[in-house]
């Protein structure tokens, strides 16, 4: 076999592994879509209870296209699907990638991963709980008598998943600056002197995040400030730490090194000395014997 084949046929294995890993994926998200249709009608209600809460008595979301509350149902039970399958998708993930990984890099996958989904879980709650009621409040502010709100289940699927989806992201940010921190792509005192800077783009993104209107805006920006402050201490922590215990590693080595070296010398020195010790001993049967020659 040629190098060329012996090179492709790796290649092959890992093609073929990925393929089998994604299949794998692709059957636990439609496992979980089919068990999430059954509570379609209950999962589109919690996702729609912060605007149900806002709006008036008697007002009810509308659907304007005849096959539209069937999509937007099979929408919802998708991404109540791909939530459900989440464990599975990240150990197909971990399994794929973790054998051409180094030890000291597994050890920080798994805590990564799981920091990664307890961040992004907080801010959609964040977004649920604490964003969704005052801006829907904000919005239909503007009904009045001659002004009715009607909205359709397709807009607010679009709006709620888009929105959660954002807040989960922007949430991410102390873990992301606390990776490049100790990976040394920044430091602390980078981020504390374009502190005013990350605040207008916190404030321009904001703004073309979320919609056009200043409550939403100023209440991811104003999250995204603290969770900078935040990545600042974390990045002060880990990234420090780290790189002390990094460096007191690398002397510890040198010094096991250092010992090494000294045994493996020591031990020549005995082993040298004993030769010496024997060819002496040697030396002195041979005069020895050469003397008791002589007497005879």
């Keep these: 076999m040629s190098v060329h084949e012996d090179d492709k046929a790796p290649l092959e294995d890992h093609l073929g592994e990925l393929r089998d890993r994604l299949i794998r994926c692709f059957v636990a998200v439609i496992i979980g879509f089919f068990i999430a249709f059954f509570f379609k009608e209950k999962l589109f209600e919690i996702l729609t209870a912060p605007l149900i809460k806002v709006m008036g008595d008697g007002q009810k979301m509308i659907f304007t296209g005849l096959p539209e509350a069937f999509f937007t149902y099979?929408?919802?039970?998708?991404?109540?699907?791909?939530?459900?399958?989440?464990?599975v998708l990240f150990y197909e993930f971990w399994m794929f990638v973790s054998p051409g990984l180094y030890r000291n890099e597994k050890k920080f996958i798994i805590p990564v991963v799981l920091l990664s989904i307890i961040c992004f879980m907080v801010g959609s709650a964040f977004g649920y709980f604490i964003v969704f009621p005052y801006g829907f409040q904000f919005f239909l502010g503007f009904s009045s008598d001659t002004i009715q709100a009607m909205p359709s289940m397709k807009e607010y699927l679009s709006f709620s998943s888009k929105m959660l989806l954002a807040f989960g992201f922007v949430f991410e940010l102390p873990l992301i600056i606390t990776f490049m921190a100790r990976m040394g792509m920044v430091t602390v005192p980078f981020l504390k002197k374009n502190r005013?800077?990350?605040?207008?783009?916190f404030f321009v993104g904001s703004a073309l995040i979320t919609p056009p209107d200043v409550v939403t805006q100023i209440m991811m920006a104003i999250p995204l400030m603290f969770l900078f402050e935040v990545s600042i201490l974390g990045a002060k922590i880990f990234g420090k730490k780290n790189d002390d215990e990094d460096e007191k590693d690398d002397e510890d080595e040198k010094d096991d090194e250092d010992e090494n070296d000294d045994e493996d010398e020591k031990d020549a020195e005995d082993e040298k000395d004993a030769e010496d010790e024997k060819d002496g001993e040697d030396e002195k049967d041979d005069d020895n014997g050469k003397d008791n020659l002589k007497d005879g």
Aim: cysteine-free; aromatic content about 4%.
């Design 196 to 201: 005013k800077y990350a605040i207008l783009i």
């Design 74 to 87: 099979l929408k919802v039970s998708l991404l109540a699907g791909i939530i459900l399958a989440v464990p």
